[in-house]
């Protein structure tokens, strides 16, 4: 697969600290209000106005000093290029935007400001989950005001389980062991689609490991530690035994329509999905079952992965009052208020409060009533079990936009047999490697 890629463009800079603050870049002229009054915090977000709009309407009806104002982005990709031309100009910078990077990439390509000084004081009231930190800084400066993950978990196709006498799958072994029983009757035990490594990534979180290292002034890449070996294995197991299917992303209504139909039957998800399934499937609505996401057979506990940048916000480069735009991005946030206000009376749901550390009063409504069955009061528990087992250890270097783009290049030869999973680690370990130094980024690997 020829993927286009995107680079970040990295500081010309031989040590990791001034690679870490930034590229320079002086201040521009906002686009808060310099008047006497209330400053006023232009607000960039793609998400729907009708999930923004009564959200920044109750802010603005509890604050005084700060309003809000909310400007639709059409997409994610929309969003970078309209904030990279502008943070450029330095004319009209919005003081918060939707994240939608890494936060050493951010800060390497000098569109976000450091906000670790605004937002040590909410750090230490404890507002934040443990796991919605680390997206959002680098080393120890925070580039994002975290939003948090939403918690993993699978569901699996019962039906089809009991139909088989398959157990649901508790480990990752399980899950190939089942795929083995499945394959022998036409039935695919997950979906791996050939453009999305994010299986591979999250197997590598979950195992503890991370292929980007802080040591000392440097960075350490390390595609071929034990845990992503670990990682490795497994996905290298599902393809090998052709026990997965690679329906592709680009298609959702094909993709529904083959999930819906009962021939691939155990769906890792989140609480973000739930919805989007239970409007589109047809023939499966009610067989479906939400359990743990599987371990590996070795873990000694109980572990999920929850690294998720792009659900904090950032204060951009150029914003006169980032104050106040952390200020209002901590509000958004962790605020009970915040998360009552996003409430959608079509789906009866609310935004998932991922940043907060206990998000229990919110989860009911995550679960749609027909998906799960008679299995729906189930899900509770495995999602408040997920959130308290989240983990972030997970570290994106300078480069890491870069390194996905070759990342998919080489999940595509796996996916397809035209390569292994180790060797496309082996490559992945030279190229990050290599591109690093092209950027004179200091690195060890």
Wanted: aromatic share 8%; net charge neutral.
């Amino acid at each position: 697969m020829n993927s286009k890629r995107v680079r970040v463009a990295a500081c010309a800079a031989v040590v990791l600290s001034v690679v870490l603050t930034g590229c320079g870049g002086g201040d521009g002229d906002g686009t808060a209000d310099k008047a006497e009054g209330p400053v006023t915090i232009e607000y960039w977000n793609w998400q729907e106005a009708k999930n923004i709009d009564p959200v920044v309407a109750k802010f603005n009806a509890t604050h005084k000093d700060i309003k809000l104002k909310f400007v639709k982005q059409a997409d994610n990709p929309g969003t970078q290029q309209n904030l990279r031309n502008a943070v450029a100009a330095q004319k009209h910078v919005p003081c918060l935007v939707q994240n939608f990077g890494e936060a050493p990439s951010l800060a390497s390509e000098g569109l976000a400001q450091d906000v670790t000084e605004d937002l040590t004081p909410y750090l230490k009231k404890g507002l934040f989950a443990e796991s919605a930190l680390p997206s959002a800084r680098a080393v120890d400066k925070y580039y994002a005001v975290p939003g948090g993950a939403t918690p993993p978990f699978m569901m699996i196709n019962r039906k089809v389980y009991d139909k088989y006498g398959v157990k649901a799958p508790k480990t990752w072994d399980d899950v190939i062991a089942a795929g083995k029983e499945f394959k022998k009757h036409g039935i695919f035990v997950m979906n791996l689609a050939g453009e999305d490594p994010s299986t591979l990534i999250e197997l590598v979180q979950q195992a503890g490991g991370s292929w980007y290292k802080i040591d000392g002034d440097k960075w350490k890449i390390d595609f071929l530690s034990p845990e992503s070996l670990k990682a490795a294995h497994v996905i290298q197991q599902l393809v090998d035994n052709d026990l997965v299917a690679h329906q592709t992303y680009t298609d959702r209504p094909a993709l529904i329509n083959y999930f819906d139909s009962g021939k691939m039957v155990s769906l890792p998800t989140s609480t973000w999905q739930l919805q989007n399934y239970e409007r589109e499937y047809k023939k499966s609505l009610g067989d479906w079952e939400p359990v743990d996401r599987p371990q590996y057979a070795d873990a000694t506990e109980f572990v999920t992965p929850m690294h998720s940048p792009t659900s904090g916000l950032i204060v951009p480069k150029g914003c006169d009052h980032a104050k106040e735009a952390v200020e209002a991005a901590v509000w958004l946030n962790t605020s009970k208020e915040s998360t009552d206000a996003s409430y959608q009376k079509d789906t009866g749901q609310y935004t998932w409060p991922g940043a907060v550390t206990d998000p229990s009063p919110w989860v009911d409504s995550a679960v749609p009533e027909k998906l799960f069955g008679p299995r729906k009061s189930k899900a509770r528990d495995v999602i408040l079990k997920s959130v308290k087992a989240g983990r972030d250890n997970w570290v994106a270097g300078p480069n890491y936009t870069g390194m996905f783009a070759e990342l998919q290049d080489q999940w595509a030869k796996v996916t397809a047999k035209k390569t292994t999973m180790k060797a496309a680690l082996e490559h992945m370990q030279t190229w990050t490697v290599a591109d690093l130094k092209r950027k004179n980024i200091n690195v060890d690997g």
